[in-house]
């Protein structure tokens, strides 16, 4: 562990950059959030320097590990070779990152690093071996832990459940394809089936959805809590799809628990409950064996944060 | 690695039990072919300990490490909780045979035992990290090598991937549930949709499916390879969704390649070739990176004995 004990995360999304302090024991020190300047890649980099400085001179500290998480695709090597929402394309942020910072640097995609806070100090922190995580939000996106590490795949791009393909020939996701986990069971996947059924007239008369104007996963739970039966449907379809993924994950990778987080958690066991039932009916051995929990994740929003200030330290501590 | 260097791997199937003695290299120095007495768990140990103690006595060998692979699902003690096709129910199969042999013992699921194999001296020889294999027979089973060890989850059920989902509400499944790869892709599923089309007059005229009875996946693979044109559409049908099955294996586990094996393999590309199709059209990220090859066994019938001598090899030099 560096001599401090403390690191710094950085979360990186499409339009906020957040930024914390963070212990060794995954307590936030001092945090802050500022816009991510998402068309110049550059200007992030310029961006995480002036955050990791501020940090370092208001806490007097000389020298940080710092780990970051990307939405993307991040390879080995800490390049970001295309992301969604931000202008990366084959940059190489870990190495830029290191130019301008005297500390050692972690690059990471986001669900990784979210799955690694949740695994060490939230929703996971019991569990030994095996972990998968889920961040419905936007997107899908995943992490996951196996013999109680991080694993990346051969070249960094593991752990992307949302292109779990659950539901062949079905609705189109952003990445080309149909059907993904990511086109059912997103945030925005919750809004666009509450849409569709506004458009073919699928709505109770009273229905909170009628009103006019996109709908977005948010709207579609607020609906929900507010008593909305139409709009509690739309959130328990993209449940169950929900489930049919962590199925086929459970059948696969034999976690010890599944950790669920992002924003449409907000929906909360609207969306797990049918998440679980269609999980537990489709879980093989469910005769000779107990099937692994499904659970909300703990850390909110924090996670990105919390899990690279963690990953950098195991990682400082190690090299 | 034990004195001699050579090892005893058994494949325990439905009907036969084979067995090699193997070198560290993988080579196959002696080998013998059994009945599998399957509704008799005590019988399956004493006819492992006759077969082992017949190798040892005949090549003037004392001792010796003995891997098995059993079919169903294995726990990380050996116990062999469950098996579709032989009488394992919760028998503690390694122990078992640790008290009637001298040397150390390994028993693995028999997919998990072909991955080895495959990873270590087949179509995975070359790869140094992640391996993916689907065993396509009568069912589908599969093995998983990740950070170039096989991944065996929490409590050693990873790598169902018969049990992924990737037909929602489709065929039925041995398992209980609907809509699995093996419901949809195994050698049973391809004989199944054969009589479907027959029962439904959906065959023309001329093709061999009329023939009465039933049809196995091996009776529609000759069908095509006469060159009956319902029939190679029926397996092609499977190996699209073999392909769907992997490209969602992809995602989730970024491995270097995923290898085929099985009794389904006798249909070669004709299997294959709409997997890959299927398969490339749907990996995430083709835009970045290169798309994993879909490749064929090399070890046919032998991965399992194979597997099985070079995993106790490593167990008994690791011990």
Chains 1, 2 share one sequence.
């Not at 419905?136 to 996106?141: A, E, K, P, S």
């Not at 976690?255 to 929906?267: H, K």
Request: net charge negative; glycine share 14%.
């Amino acid at each position: 562990v560096a001599a401090s004990g403390l690191a710094v995360g950085v979360d990186v999304g499409g339009t906020k950059l957040a930024s914390a302090l963070v212990s060794s024991d995954g307590t936030i020190i001092d945090r802050r959030r500022d816009d991510t300047p998402a068309d110049d890649p550059d200007a992030v980099v310029d961006l995480v320097a002036d955050v990791v400085t501020a940090f370092a001179a208001r806490h007097g500290i000389a020298r940080m590990p710092v780990g970051l998480g990307a939405p993307g695709a991040v390879d080995a090597t800490g390049t970001v070779r295309y992301a969604p929402n931000v202008a990366f394309a084959n940059y190489p942020l870990r190495e830029r990152l290191e130019e301008r910072l005297s500390g050692p640097v972690v690059v990471d995609n986001d669900g990784n690093i979210a799955a690694w806070a949740e695994f060490v100090r939230g929703a996971g922190r019991d569990a030994r071996d095996a972990m998968v995580m889920l961040t419905v939000g936007t997107g899908v996106g995943g992490g996951l832990v196996l013999g109680g590490a991080l694993t990346r795949g051969a070249h960094g791009y593991a752990a992307e459940f949302g292109h779990l393909i659950v539901a062949e020939g079905g609705p189109p996701c952003p990445c080309g394809n149909r059907g993904c986990l990511e086109a059912v069971a997103s945030g925005t996947a919750i809004g666009r089936r509450a849409e569709e059924r506004r458009s073919a007239g699928d709505l109770p008369e009273d229905s909170l959805l009628w009103r006019p104007g996109r709908l977005s996963g948010k709207d579609v739970t607020v609906a929900a809590f507010e008593g909305d039966a139409a709009a509690a449907e739309v959130i328990a379809e993209a449940g169950f799809w929900l489930g049919v993924g962590i199925a086929s994950l459970v059948n696969a990778l034999d976690p010890e628990l599944v950790v669920v987080g992002g924003g449409a958690m907000q929906a909360g066991d609207l969306l797990l409950d049918p998440a679980r039932a269609a999980c537990k009916e489709r879980v093989m051995g469910a005769r000779f064996r107990a099937v692994p929990t499904v659970q909300r994740a703990l850390l909110a929003d924090d996670a990105g944060v919390i899990g690279g200030a963690l990953l950098a330290l195991d990682l400082a501590g190690a090299g």
